[in-house]
T-cell receptor, first 112, second 112 residues
Framework: EDKVVQSPLSLVVHEGDTVTLNCSYE??????LLWYKQEKKAPTFLFML????IEKKSGRLSSILDKKELFSILNITATQTGDSAIYLC????????????FGQGTRLTINP | EAQVTQNPRYLITVTGKKLTVTCSQN?????MSWYRQDPGLGLRQIYY???????DKGDVPEGYKVSRKEKRNFPLILESPSPNQTSLYFC???????????FGQGTRLTVV
């Protein structure tokens, strides 16, 4: 059964801290790993990773994939209150069609 | 503006009263999916469609129906809603060239 597990499920830190969110996956015919940020309603796309060891970076956010160990991490440096959100990890497989399997999400709270 | 539009955004209904949640995308994407999001469970796929007239069950299809008569539209039908279908629903679309899913704003459904 395809599965994506995120940890921690909840994290509370102070503004300025650095956080690392984890995502492990087991997906048939794995194609890529995606990260989303969900604030109020709709998840918004952050990164898509397809190759091991290549870091994707956008401002204070970065992510990397390890296809051998089947996990990915999302790092956020110098956190701000606007980073408070649920962060979703999804593994894209292929079983006759594209299929995204989501983890439970990590609820990140940044306190001023 | 590229977008996925869901309607309604909020809906309260009674057990057994048929309802339809509409979803429309303007990006000419071939793939469309419906997800439900429940606390602690993340996003779970209900149904997906690879193209017009091609649909298939996701992980939690019981109690739902879909159709894909036009490429842009992918309505979700609850023939006889029950309280366990109270949830936040998302429609998403993607393509082979843009595999990251674009999400609608969500529909908060309450079945009493």
């Amino acid at each position: 059964e395809d599965k994506v597990v995120q940890s921690p499920l909840s994290l509370v830190v102070h503004e300025g801290d650095t956080v690392t969110l984890n995502c492990s996956y087991e997906v048939t015919n794995f194609r890529s790993l995606l990260w989303y940020k969900q604030e109020k309603k709709a998840p918004t796309f952050l990164f898509m990773l397809t190759s091991s060891g290549i870091e994707k970076k956008s401002g204070r956010l970065s992510s990397i994939l390890d296809k051998k160990e089947l996990f990915s991490i999302l790092n956020i440096t110098a956190t701000q209150t606007g980073d408070s959100a649920i962060y979703l990890c999804a593994a894209r497989g292929f079983q006759g069609a594209q299929k995204l399997v989501f983890g439970q999400g990590t609820r990140l709270t940044i306190n001023p | 503006e590229a977008q996925v539009t869901q309607n309604p955004r909020y809906l309260i209904t009674v057990t057994g009263k048929k309802l339809t949640v509409t979803c429309s995308q303007n990006m000419n994407h071939e793939y469309m999916s419906w997800y439900r999001q429940d606390p602690g469970l993340g996003l779970r796929q209900i149904y997906y469609s690879m193209n017009v007239e091609v649909t298939d069950k996701g992980d939690v299809p019981e109690g739902y129906k879909v159709s894909r008569k036009e490429k842009r539209n992918f309505p979700l039908i609850l023939e006889s809603p029950s309280p366990n279908q109270t949830s936040l629903y998302f429609c998403a679309s993607s393509s082979t060239t843009r595999p990251e899913a674009f999400f609608g704003q969500g529909t908060r459904l309450t079945v009493v």
